[in-house]
């Protein structure tokens, strides 16, 4: 890897694409270097903290916006962004773990807790998204290490195919009886420490969440949410998901694949 690498291949093993399938979730370390994780993660913190439009104090926000800063589709305020959400590398891990041929772009995001920002409540993804499948899964790029007191990304291992809690938006109801029911059926909660480099990916039905970042350094990610090429959409079952399709599937009818120039095809085995 040369020291602005995001396009060569990451070499994932069959073990570790067996270990998602079965987990549902991935820790990979050093798939990107310092030197990426600098030169794009100053322009997406520069962006994050230009364009959210949050102005309440923390103490009088509600859960979700206590928990992080969030803009979505940085890469199309940033040709730069754009670069690197269009990256090979991470969009071949994507599709690889998915075993799907290509991975296009279902919108991205930057999540940034504050110091002082407070817990992501338990959720699964895919209670917002209107997709036919569960081809989709989440790259959860830290622009920094991230240790325990600010809050790094936990997830639930092999929660992915649980079925409660999947009508739960964000919120301290979700945390509550997600968590609970985790619990109850001894779901393992694995969190730990991101080391620089270290990137998650999660399933859309993976139960996850975060603690609050306790330490005085703001915890500045990117995610990059590709779901399959050839992902169709589904009848929206929620205002959320209706916003959603609206947002991100501009025109898409249900049942035709995802296609529009929002979506663009990231990474495909025929062509790389
Ligand atoms: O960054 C966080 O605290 C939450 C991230 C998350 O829920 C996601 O990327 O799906």
Not at 112 to 134: F, M, R
């Amino acid at each position: 890897m040369t020291t602005l690498d995001i396009a060569s291949p990451y070499a994932l093993s069959a073990a570790q694409i067996t270990q998602f399938e079965r987990d549902g979730f991935i820790k990979l370390k050093d798939v990107l270097s310092p030197a990426v994780l600098k030169h794009y993660g100053d322009e997406i913190t520069r962006l994050t903290i230009a364009l959210n439009t949050q102005e309440a104090p923390l103490e009088e926000r509600s859960t979700y916006d206590k928990a992080f800063l969030q803009v979505m589709n940085l890469w199309q305020h940033s040709a730069f962004v754009k670069e690197f959400v269009m990256g090979q590398r991470l969009g071949r891990i994507a599709a690889e773990l998915l075993r799907v041929r290509g991975v296009r772009l279902y919108h991205d995001q930057s999540l940034y807790k504050e110091p002082g920002g407070g817990i992501t409540p338990a959720h699964a993804d895919q209670y917002y998204w209107p997709l036919a499948s569960d081809r989709t899964i989440t790259a959860w790029v830290p622009l920094q290490a991230v240790p325990a007191d600010m809050g790094p990304l936990g997830f639930y291992a092999r929660s992915q195919s649980v079925e409660f809690g999947r009508d739960l938006g964000i919120s301290d109801e979700s945390e509550e009886k997600i968590s609970a029911n985790m619990a109850r059926h001894g779901f393992a909660f694995e969190c730990g420490a991101f080391e620089l480099g270290e990137i998650s990916f999660h399933l859309g039905w993976t139960f996850h969440k975060a603690g609050a970042n306790v330490s005085g350094t703001p915890r500045a990610v990117m995610t990059v949410i590709y779901m399959d090429a050839d992902m169709r959409l589904a009848d929206a079952l929620s205002p959320a998901q209706a916003n959603d399709r609206d947002q991100w599937c501009p025109g898409v009818q249900p049942g035709e694949v995802i296609a529009t120039p929002l979506n663009p095809l990231i990474y495909s085995e025929v062509t790389a």
